[in-house]
């Protein structure tokens, strides 16, 4: 285990940190790329010094069933990375990419299961372009100017999260809890709502851009 260690330009690229713990460790432009992160904790850790544009990189890392709690992850690169089960829980993710990164696990070529927990997360200006993570624990994000473009939801957890007016049709969100949320900009004649739950007080949001207007019974 780890304690209040600081990293910088470390490579730990191809290495095994199977079920290690770091807790309030630094880690400035370092380099997981390939490692093998499975069951690993990070506990209040940083992993991009503040001003920097760059974070750190876990390109094609096994990230299985790893967890990441209170962590800064700004500009992280999860590029190619198998982060089946995975957790991120109040982590700062802002400009984090995703692209291809693995959340499912094919039974065959069409039965697949997704496994990510990614809850009270500032994901602002992330990239989940098409990104499959269905029927997961996706709640309490801020998703402000992420990419969402053709990632798909569907049945997840989105309750309490924050979107852009430019979000909604970027992402399948059928069969998703969006209760709490705020929904300007969701235009139901644009996108496919079927089997998504809301609150009472939402449904006067959705009829606004339909141009109905609510009053009080």
Request: aromatic share 14%; hydrophobic share 35%; net charge negative.
């Amino acid at each position: 285990m780890s304690h209040n260690q600081t990293f910088r330009e470390h490579d730990f690229s191809q290495q095994s940190l199977q079920d290690s713990i770091f807790e309030n460790c630094h880690f400035y432009h370092c380099d997981f790329s390939r490692a093998d992160l499975r069951d690993a904790k990070f506990i209040n850790c940083q992993f991009i010094e503040t001003g920097d544009s760059i974070g750190c990189q876990f390109n094609y890392a096994d990230l299985r069933d790893a967890s990441f709690k209170q962590c800064k992850l700004g500009m992280a690169n999860f590029q190619g990375a198998n982060g089946f089960g995975a957790e991120f829980r109040e982590c700062d993710l802002q400009g984090a990419s995703f692209l291809k990164t693995s959340f499912v696990n094919h039974i065959s070529q069409q039965s697949y299961f997704c496994s990510v927990y990614i809850t009270g997360c500032n994901l602002s200006y992330s990239n989940f372009e098409r990104q499959c993570i269905e029927k997961c624990d996706l709640f309490e994000n801020r998703w402000n100017g992420a990419n969402l473009q053709l990632a798909s939801f569907k049945g997840s957890d989105l309750s309490r999260g924050e979107f852009s007016a430019d979000s909604w049709q970027q992402f399948d969100m059928q069969y998703c809890d969006l209760t709490y949320c705020e929904l300007y900009g969701l235009d139901p004649r644009r996108v496919n709502l079927n089997g998504v739950k809301i609150c009472d007080w939402q449904q006067e949001q959705l009829l606004e851009s339909l141009g109905i207007v609510v009053l009080p019974s």
